[in-house]
């Protein structure tokens, strides 16, 4: 198995911060076909070989997930997303 971790601070409070991470996480199911709840203040999501969660806090948000060794092969472009999206909605 391997690991994302990310973390983003951000000044946005937690409801404006999880409405953004409610967009971010729509784009990457969307091109991942990757099934996401929340449970209180963490969006928990997973599909097959990929399993994690984006925490939402009032200073940062945390991305913590887990690939299966199939899925290593795109564990960058996966990584790449999610950068990519925190810059455009959280800044650089």
Same mark, same amino acid.
């Given at each position: +198995? $391997?690991?994302? %971790? +990310?973390? %983003? %601070?951000?000044?946005? @409070? /937690?409801?404006?911060? #999880? #409405?953004?991470? &409610? #967009? ?7 091109? *991942?076909?990757?099934?996401? $709840? ?6 928990? *999501?997973? %599909?097959? @070989? /990929?399993?994690?969660?984006?925490? /939402? ?11 299966? *060794?199939?899925?290593?092969?795109? #564990? @960058?472009m996966i990584e790449q997303e999610i950068r990519r999206y925190f810059d455009q909605e959280f800044g &650089?």
């Amino acid at each position: +198995m $391997a690991t994302i %971790r +990310m973390e %983003r %601070r951000h000044g946005l @409070g /937690v409801t404006k911060a #999880k #409405k953004t991470v &409610d #967009k971010v996480a729509k784009a990457i199911r969307e091109r *991942f076909e990757i099934e996401a $709840a929340w449970n209180r203040n963490t969006l928990e *999501f997973s %599909r097959s @070989g /990929v399993e994690g969660e984006i925490a /939402v806090s009032a200073e940062k948000v945390t991305v913590h997930a887990t690939i299966s *060794f199939l899925l290593l092969p795109i #564990k @960058g472009m996966i990584e790449q997303e999610i950068r990519r999206y925190f810059d455009q909605e959280f800044g &650089d």
